[in-house]
């Protein structure tokens, strides 16, 4: 059985995080992908050395793609890209704004000349002229998005702990790039499609932008508290150890409060008797639940929360992560051969339980590593 996008051919002009995890989604369904480096390289291969020497990040993002060392400024290279799009079904980029079309390599003329082709342009901030010039990295983009001022604590802002919009991008690409195939099946026409950090950012800051512009505010930072719902947050029992609870409409408010709490008067505390009540108490409900919890253990607890079916998660550290019995991994290689047990993205695990056959797991390819074999196939031999 083939894989979904086998017979595809996709060439990633990329780097960094978020083109590259749109591309290996892209690889991983089946398609051809062929990454476009600087002699020295997607300087992401350079972020770190965990990955029993190499790259965490590039080890992450380009399993199974096939490198080629271009200088998109020089003409021999220039016209020997061009070749491989006249190929090409997919083109994805995250260079700055503009840098493609001052190469020669505009994307709206490559699609007037190939019809069929689909381009995906990733920026931080689009290509207007107000914004264009903007650098755009992960962090950079959460402050400006709005996404660090409702994450941390109460008395300090926080960034999310992983590249949160370079992945959203990557993941937006992905899914705007599979709509567009659908698309040229039915039409034959390609697409231009433009994806920026910052867009994808601020979709996700919707509530609070309501809650500004139409509430009373944007709800503050409350660390480890959901800032509309409560509790929906962590709280610790006498052993010192923290656990999450999440009660999502008033049921299970009241079986928390008489079946864990062991407090059934407190379901009905006029403080406390709707979602609205206990957001504006919250200070008073957290001093109540703190009382009835103290005395128990973590395991006591969260074996009340399990018995009254009220949802419940542990403050696990990425090392808990590790042995956490929900996790999948899959085996990769890196450059050099030494094998990867990474998290298996859902793509990944649901094409190998359809057809595990044909699911080839490649490794991270070294620098220019295809790069002769991609000029034979195109006829421009160096």
């Not at 001052?102 to 995906?120: F, V």
């Not at 802002?157 to 567009?180: F, K, Q």
């Not at 920026?196 to 505010?217: C, I, K, Q």
Request: net charge negative; proline share 4%.
């Amino acid at each position: 059985m083939a894989l979904p996008l086998e017979g595809l051919l996709v060439v990633a002009i990329e780097q960094a995080v978020a083109a590259p995890l749109c591309t290996s989604r892209l690889c991983q369904a089946g398609a051809r992908v062929i990454k476009v480096e600087r002699a020295e390289g997607d300087f992401a291969r350079l972020y770190d050395d965990a990955a029993r020497g190499e790259s965490s990040y590039f080890n992450w993002l380009n399993q199974g793609k096939e490198s080629i060392v271009l200088d998109i400024k020089s003409r021999d290279d220039q016209q020997l890209l061009k070749q491989i799009i006249a190929h090409t079904d997919v083109l994805v980029q995250n260079l700055a704004p503009g840098a493609l079309a001052r190469a020669g390599l505009d994307p709206a003329e490559l699609r007037a000349q190939h019809s069929r082709l689909i381009t995906c342009d990733i920026s931080g901030y689009g290509d207007s002229p107000q914004v264009a010039g903007l650098k755009a990295y992960d962090l950079l983009v959460q402050a400006e998005a709005g996404l660090v001022g409702v994450s941390g604590g109460k008395q300090e802002p926080g960034r999310i702990g992983v590249s949160i919009c370079d992945i959203g991008a990557g993941m937006t690409a992905h899914a705007l790039i599979l709509e567009a195939l659908l698309a040229r099946a039915t039409s034959g026409e390609g697409r231009a499609l433009h994806v920026s950090l910052f867009d994808v950012a601020a979709e996700w800051m919707t509530v609070p932008f309501v809650h500004e512009r139409y509430g009373n505010g944007a709800p503050g930072r409350v660390g480890l508290h959901h800032p509309s719902i409560a509790p929906y947050g962590a709280y610790a029992t006498g052993d010192s150890k923290e656990t999450l609870i999440a009660i999502q409409n008033e049921r299970e408010w009241v079986r928390l409060c008489e079946q864990v709490f062991q407090m059934p008067a407190m379901a009905t505390d006029a403080q406390f008797d709707s979602n609205i009540n206990r957001v504006s108490n919250r200070q008073a409900l957290d001093i109540e639940i703190q009382h009835c919890i103290k005395p128990l253990t973590a395991a006591a607890f969260r074996q009340r929360l399990a018995d009254a079916g009220i949802a419940y998660g542990a403050l696990n550290s990425t090392a808990d992560l590790l042995q956490h019995r929900a996790l999948t991994t899959a085996t990769l290689s890196t450059a050099s051969g030494l094998e990867l047990s990474l998290p298996a993205s859902a793509q990944l695990q649901n094409l190998l339980a359809c057809q595990p056959q044909d699911v080839d797991n490649n490794r991270t390819p070294t620098v220019g590593e295809h790069t002769d074999p991609i000029r034979r196939e195109f006829r421009c031999d160096s």
